[in-house]
């Protein structure tokens, strides 16, 4: 195992990634903890919200994943569990903090995995795909395992801003921007939507209201 180099991804993209899979951990791990779980179940939980986008973009990719190449990825994770574990009321007490360094962790990941897809020549239909599947995949199988509403059916504007993001790397990649302006761009425009969407509660227009006693009884 090793760290990524500078000349694999700009690091500064690579510490931001991390500070990211950090977040989604204590995310995964804070979820469980009204539960009361062992550090093992807690790690578990953790570790499949922390990696679960990348393992997916990664496999999708036919890429070595990250996440199980590079000890810096497990060594987060193991702290955030750690300090979730043995803390708890005091990550707690800082619940909405956590969101913030989520969405930083969310303005990382997209930029990562546009300029991944960017340099496998993905058509762009299939980058914004694999950024806004791979966001929020990690969620997803958190909340499925403690079966608890998931943030994509909660009408919070998450997978949004990945998407936006995503579309800032391929414009300014296709202007022909260097691509660290375009993770620049990129992490920007997600994170800052994401923090944008926390403070004034931004959400997208729902569905219509239906009354599903009247469409059963027709059927």
């Not at 058509?123 to 990690?138: E, H």
């Not at 994509?152 to 997978?159: A, K, Q, R």
Request: with cysteine.
């Amino acid at each position: 195992m090793t760290f990524l180099s500078e000349q694999q991804t700009p690091l500064f993209i690579y510490v931001l990634d991390l500070f990211g899979t950090g977040a989604f951990a204590f995310s995964g791990a804070l979820r469980v903890v009204d539960r009361r779980p062992d550090f093992v179940g807690m790690l578990i939980l953790a570790i499949a919200t922390a990696i679960g986008g990348g393992i997916f973009r990664d496999t999708v990719l036919n890429r070595d994943p990250v996440a199980l190449t590079n000890i810096g990825y497990p060594l987060v994770i193991l702290f955030s569990t750690f300090v979730t574990f043995f803390f708890p009321a005091s990550v707690l007490r800082r619940a909405t903090l956590f969101k913030y360094f989520d969405a930083v962790g969310l303005g990382a990941f997209t930029a990562f995995t546009s300029q991944t897809a960017w340099n496998m020549q993905l058509n762009p239909f299939a980058l914004i795909t694999i950024a806004g599947c791979s966001g929020c995949a990690g969620g997803v199988i958190r909340d499925v395992t403690v079966q608890k509403p998931t943030i994509i059916l909660d009408n919070d504007l998450y997978v949004t801003p990945v998407i936006l993001g995503s579309l800032g790397f391929m414009i300014v990649s296709s202007l022909g921007g260097n691509h660290i302006a375009a993770a620049i761009i990129a992490f920007l425009l997600t994170t800052g939507l994401r923090i944008v969407s926390i403070i004034w509660n931004v959400r997208l227009p729902r569905v219509l209201w239906v009354n599903t006693e009247n469409t059963s009884q027709k059927e």
